[in-house]
């Protein structure tokens, strides 16, 4: 089945420390996507990318990392930076079709918590 | 002003009922208008696309009112499984290129009683 796998479904950071959270999607989708969903907010964008070795900082890029090598992953990097980083994460990949714009499809989450 | 608003509910139905959502948005260039259901702890799925001529998928309706900016959600015959979070999404204003960037609304809950 096609689909987005996100892992892990649960991350525990303690303070200082880096982790990545991985995204590999077998959908052939050219564009990925990373957002961060706190409560009763909306999901809120924090970089995307386009193509291969590529990808561009969305509103809330600070404090993340992320790299484009292979089609099929995106992962996440959350650094020491980000001060805040309890969230459910949130990726999504989709086609890149002109004029429509094209759904976003999405993984189910890895849900980060600080210790 | 948000670039998308929702009423975030809670909608309190009938298990039977008709219920509608509406969600305004600000920018009258925005072409692709989307609406996605979240459950609890669970990630957005897509429920549909919204075109200009309105669209109808079994108990779901969506509809597009460009002069008034606003998209519409109709759930018919409601059942218990419909009870989830529905957020209405936007194409973000500016962007080109081949991909997208979608503003998503926070969302309007619905719980299905019995």
């Known amino acids: 089945d096609g689909g987005i796998t996100q892992s892990p479904k649960y991350l525990f950071r303690k303070e200082g420390q880096n982790v990545t959270l991985s995204c590999e999607q077998n959908l052939n989708h050219d564009a990925m996507y990373w957002y961060r969903q706190d409560p009763g907010q909306g999901l809120r964008l924090i970089y995307y990318?386009?193509?291969?070795?590529?990808?561009q900082k969305g509103d809330i890029a600070e404090g993340y990392s992320v790299s484009r090598e292979k089609k099929e992953s995106f992962p996440l990097t959350v650094t020491s930076a980000q001060k805040n980083p309890t969230a459910f994460y949130l990726c999504?990949?989709?086609?890149?079709?002109?004029?429509?714009?094209?759904?976003?499809?999405f993984g189910d989450g890895t849900r980060l918590s600080i210790l | 002003r948000k670039e998308v608003e929702q009423d975030p509910g809670p909608f309190n139905v009938p298990e039977g009922a008709t219920v509608a959502f509406n969600c305004t948005y600000s920018n009258s260039a925005s072409q692709s208008f989307f609406w996605y259901r979240q459950d609890c702890r669970k990630e957005p799925k897509l429920l549909m696309s919204v075109y200009s001529s309105g669209n109808e998928d079994g108990r779901f309706t969506a509809q597009l009112n460009r002069a008034s900016q606003y998209i519409s959600l109709l759930i018919r015959d409601s059942k218990l499984s419909d009870s989830a979070t529905y957020l209405c999404v936007v194409n973000k204003r500016g962007f080109t290129g081949g991909g997208n960037k979608l503003t998503f609304g926070t969302g309007t809950q619905l719980k299905v009683e019995l």
């Open positions: 999504a990949s989709s086609r890149t079709g002109t004029p429509r714009i094209q759904p976003q499809h």
């Open positions: 990318s386009q193509i291969v070795n590529d990808f």
